[in-house]
């Protein structure tokens, strides 16, 4: 069984201290999302939370990237967080704005706070239906009352993929039982880091490397057509060498940190 299609990245390209250890030594700022563009072909934007952007700024970054490439979009935390998805004026104008990014815009992420139960259940049926139609999302729970039949059906009737997220609110093993459950067209995945693996990253290694392991084995037996998966640089320390681990695990090449050169012509 060939399984379905999965797209590996980081969250965020934009770290000073991946010079040297993933991009080269002395390259520069502006040239970090090209040369991200080189190793991985998608990326979550964990910046858009605080504030979106003008639509100027997608548009400089879409110029960046080849065709191929993906950006998912997490939806600012003016909508999700203080305006706890009852104002979708902003929401709008944001998904509006990320059209800069033109066939390169991918699922955009609605991720609800901690304190956001199933009570508010009627705040995400109103919200789902406003949202653009012919945009892509992905809603990210952190409240485990919501990890049931019902939210899944929710999603599925909205169009909406479930995002699994890795982390204090939701443990390895339960986050691989909830994606064995999923179907449809997308699911998205994201690895965090947890307090107890902050405090020794080194010693968490060669856990999370059997954590991965278990995730690739069960990729291919999903019920879905594509994965996204995304890492956090707290989930081991480096999310480029995460990414590339897991790329490996799953059997494709990834591309070494040796081959971006700065000089090379990027497109």
């Known amino acids: 069984m060939a399984g379905p299609r999965v797209r590996v990245g980081t969250q965020g390209w934009s770290y000073g201290h991946w010079g040297g250890r993933f991009y080269p030594a002395g390259a520069r700022s502006g040239d970090w999302l090209e040369l991200y563009a080189r ?38 935390g003016e909508v999700t967080h203080q305006g706890r998805l009852r104002d979708t004026r902003l929401a709008l104008r944001f998904c509006d704005d990320a059209r800069a990014l033109e066939e390169c815009l991918g699922p955009i992420l609605i991720q609800l706070p901690p304190d956001f139960s199933p009570a508010e259940r009627s705040a995400v049926t109103s919200f789902l239906p406003v949202l653009p139609g012919d945009l892509s999302y992905a809603m990210e729970f952190r409240d485990r009352r919501w990890f049931e039949p019902r939210t899944l059906e929710l999603l599925a009737d909205a169009g909406v993929a479930m ?61 879905v057509d594509e994965v996204l998966a995304f890492f956090n640089n707290d989930y081991q320390g480096h999310s480029p060498g995460s990414a590339r681990r897991f790329q490996a695990l799953l059997g494709q090449e990834p591309v070494s940190p040796d081959d971006l050169d700065p000089q090379f012509e990027l497109f």
């Open 163 to 223: 995002a699994v997220s890795v982390g204090p609110w939701l443990a390895e093993r339960q986050a691989r039982d909830l994606a064995a459950a999923l179907s449809g067209r997308l699911l998205y995945l994201r690895w965090l880091g947890t307090p107890r693996h902050q405090r020794d990253l080194a010693a968490a290694a060669a856990e999370r490397d059997d954590e991965l392991t278990s995730w690739a084995e069960l990729i291919p037996s999903l019920a």
């Open 39 to 76: 190793a991985f072909d998608v990326v979550e934007v964990d910046s858009t939370f605080y504030g979106p952007p003008p639509p100027e700024r997608f548009g400089a970054w879409r110029r960046k990237v080849p065709d191929h490439f993906t950006f998912t979009l997490k939806m600012p």
